[in-house]
């Protein structure tokens, strides 16, 4: 498994652990932050996995803006919590980081909704990711 696959993977979980707890984003990046402190090995997935959780931050509202009119007719208070945490992730890749290919970004969110959502959730996190990477 990659660096980045291996960040991506952590940027979910500190996404999901706030949504499921209800903190502020920054909060949950905070605690992810004193952990990744004692964890030299994973500096290199922390590093990015931080850009990430940092760069929804920073673009939440335009983030949720294009995931909610691309995903017809699901309000993003109604997906599950994983698929919100992926969607706003690759997202944040297609639009805000050039560094990642979008074929690459829509391919690792769908990874991620096969691993560790529904049977239903990796068709509709490519079917959003891929409107919103046409529209832009």
Same mark, same amino acid.
């Given at each position: ?15 999901f652990a706030a949504d499921v707890r ?11 932050a004193k952990r990744a402190v004692s ?13 990430? =959780?940092?760069? =929804? ?13 691309h995903s017809r007719d699901w309000k ?5 919590? =994983? ?54």
């Open positions: 498994m990659s660096a980045r696959t291996k960040a991506r993977k952590r940027a979910l979980d500190i996404l209800g903190d502020a984003i920054p909060v949950a990046l905070a605690a992810e964890e030299p090995a994973r500096q290199a997935s922390w590093l990015y996995a931080r850009e990430i =959780v940092d760069g =929804v931050i920073d673009h939440q509202d335009e983030i949720d803006e294009q995931i909610t009119t993003l208070e109604r997906m599950p919590t =994983v698929d919100r945490a992926v969607l706003r992730i690759a997202t944040w890749e297609i639009l805000y980081n050039d560094e990642v290919p979008t074929a690459v970004a829509i391919d690792e969110a769908v990874e991620l909704a096969k691993e560790l959502s529904t049977d239903d959730s990796p068709a509709f996190v490519h079917g959003v990711l891929a409107r919103i990477a046409k529209s832009n």
